[in-house]
């Protein structure tokens, strides 16, 4: 077996920095710093190669302000955190009257009623299920919403105990209380509508 030596050849690039500004000193947010300025070839700022400033002043005054604005931002989120939880434990303990709600909206009655007239495409009427898959033993298992037969009895049944554990609950909180009158007579309804079915 023969081993091709390899050359490993190392190409460095070099960017093309220069001085464009006069050597000067300067103070940022209380440090002495270079203010010096310097760009690359194509004139973008690029001191010590990092290709984001011009200068080691500039620097410093870039990542103070960056500081400071996460700071802000943080304290602005965690300020809107807790807004929202106050705003969301406000909301559940909210009792709304649905029956009053009902009563004060304002209804605007309907004054024009308009009729447009369109005409579509000619409509093929489709046949259903044709031939041997009629006879397919699969439909009689098919399924259908309860919606098409009306209730079944287990949902009165299961309406029924709700409705009777939220009256035992009632009765617990206030013997006297106001929503009791309309539970006896939806559960009085519930019960005729059981014997019918």
Not at 70 to 99: C, G, H, P, V, W
Not at 171 to 191: A, M
Request: with cysteine.
């Amino acid at each position: 077996m023969k081993y091709l030596p390899l050359l490993l050849v190392s190409v460095i690039y070099s960017q093309d920095v220069q001085q464009v500004s006069e050597s000067k000193r300067d103070v940022a947010y209380g440090q002495d710093c270079d203010d010096t300025e310097y760009r690359n070839e194509w004139g973008t700022p690029n001191w010590k190669n990092y290709g984001v400033w011009l200068s080691e002043c500039d620097s410093i005054r870039t990542v103070t302000l960056d500081k400071e604005f996460t700071e802000r931002r943080k304290k602005q989120q965690r300020e809107k955190a807790i807004q929202d939880s106050i705003e969301a434990l406000e909301y559940e303990n909210i009792d709304f009257d649905m029956d009053a709600m009902w009563e004060n909206t304002v209804w605007e009655e309907i004054q024009d009623v308009t009729t447009v007239y369109a005409e579509v495409e000619q409509v093929t009427a489709v046949a259903g299920v044709r031939g041997a898959e009629a006879e397919d033993e699969a439909l009689d298992h098919l399924y259908y919403r309860r919606s098409m037969k009306g209730l079944a009895l287990i949902d009165l049944q299961k309406a029924l105990g709700k409705l009777i554990i939220t009256k035992d609950n009632l009765i617990k909180i206030d013997p006297n209380h106001p929503k009791l009158e309309k539970i006896d007579n939806l559960i009085s309804q519930l019960e005729i509508k059981i014997k019918k079915v």
